[in-house]
Nanobody, 125 residues
Framework: QVQLVESGGGLVQAGGSLRLSCAAS????????MGWFRQAPGKEREFVAT????????DYADSVKGRFIISRDNAKNTVSLQMNSLKPEDTAVYYC??????????????????WGQGTQVTVSS
């Protein structure tokens, strides 16, 4: 089992920045791809960003490309999401996720085995 705990959410004005962090514990050596997803009220959970075990491969949703940066520190068992130029439409609960086997579809919710409890990000206009 892997436990994930997100932090860093909050209220920010449009154009501002936030940095989310995800701390992993437990059998972290079994985690391969790590991802960030978000869910706004009344909407389905959607992909935001993913990063491979080595950090060499990343992918982003079109809506956040050029504004968000995902990174990881395997020595500290952490994954971060730097969010810049935030927009009101970025408002959502953000979830960290871990993929145990390194599947072929790291942008899909179903690919991930472990999830954090989420952290709220609110961007005011």
């Amino acid at each position: 089992q892997v436990q994930l705990v997100e932090s860093g959410g909050g209220l920010v004005q449009a154009g501002g920045s936030l940095r989310l962090s995800c701390a992993a514990s437990g059998r972290t050596y079994t985690s391969n791809n790590m991802g960030w997803f978000r869910q706004a009220p009344g909407k389905e959970r959607e992909f935001v960003a993913t990063i491979s075990w080595s950090g060499a491969s990343t992918d982003y949703a079109d809506s956040v490309k050029g504004r968000f940066i995902i990174s990881r520190d395997n020595a500290k068992n952490t994954v971060s999401l730097q969010m810049n130029s935030l927009k009101p439409e970025d408002t959502a609960v953000y979830y960290c996720a871990a993929d145990r086997l390194g599947g072929r579809n790291p942008t899909k919710v179903y690919q991930y085995d472990y999830w954090g409890q989420g952290t709220q990000v609110t961007v005011s206009s």
